[in-house]
Each structure stands twice: as C-alpha cells, then as structure tokens.
C-alpha cells in the first residue's frame, strides 16, 4: 500500500475539492441539486480515486483508479466552463481554477507514464 497523502497531485486534488465548495456555496440554490452536487462530486472523486488506488494491490490497479480520477477532472473542467458561461463564476475564479485543474490532469498523465513504466517492464 502506498500512502495516498505523499502524493502532490493528492494534496493538489485536495486543495481543489475546498476551492469547488466555497465556489459552489455561492451558486443560486436552484443549482443545488444540478452543477452545484455534480461539481462538489466531480472534484471528490479525484482525490478519492487516487487514495482508493493506492490501497489496491497491484501497480496496475492504482493506473486504473489514476484513469478514473483523470476522467472526473475532466468533467469537472466542463462543469466549470458551463458555470462561467452561466456567469454562476466570474472569469477571475474560472481562470485560476480551470489552471489548477489542468496542472492535477497533467500531473495525472505524468504519474500514469511513470507507473505504466514499472507495470510493463
């Protein structure tokens, strides 16, 4: 088992999840059960996935739950442009967090390659 916590993109992923849900606090209460509960889980599952997959057994597992948790930073990236297009966020918080989505998705990629490296050798 690996500890989930050492990773940067963990605690990158962690971070993010606080930013969505003071964001999402402010959105109109008609959202609560639209983008506002899709966005809060989107952001969760990344951190999530990456902590469920570094209690799996095998290298290629932890991939596994890598590539889950790179798919739900991409859906909460479109979450986030429909929220700035709605102007339920302003362009300021979208560009910082849009940002901080795509280096976690970078990030992601690079921890990808490095483990597929290991698993395939």
């Given amino acids: 088992m690996i500890d989930y916590k050492k990773y940067n993109v963990w605690q990158k ?3 993010l999840v606080l930013e969505i849900y003071k964001v999402t606090a402010t959105f109109p209460k008609s959202e609560l059960f639209n983008l506002v509960s899709q966005m809060n889980r989107a952001s969760v599952s990344i951190p999530t996935n ?3 997959g570094c209690g799996r057994e095998t290298q290629k597992e932890l991939m596994r739950y890598l590539y889950i948790s790179s798919g739900s930073a991409h859906e909460l ?3 986030l442009l429909v929220s700035k297009d709605l ?3 302003n362009e300021n918080s979208y560009i910082k967090l849009y940002a901080e989505i795509n280096e976690i998705k ?3 990629a690079a921890l990808i390659r490095k483990i597929a490296q290991t ?3």
Wanted: charged share 15%; proline share 0%.
């Fill in 50 to 52: 990456i902590a469920e």
């Fill in 13 to 15: 992923s962690h971070n």
């Fill in 87 to 89: 102007k339920f966020i």
């Fill in 119 to 121: 698993v395939n050798h």
């Fill in 106 to 108: 970078m990030m992601l």
């Fill in 77 to 79: 990236e479109y979450l």
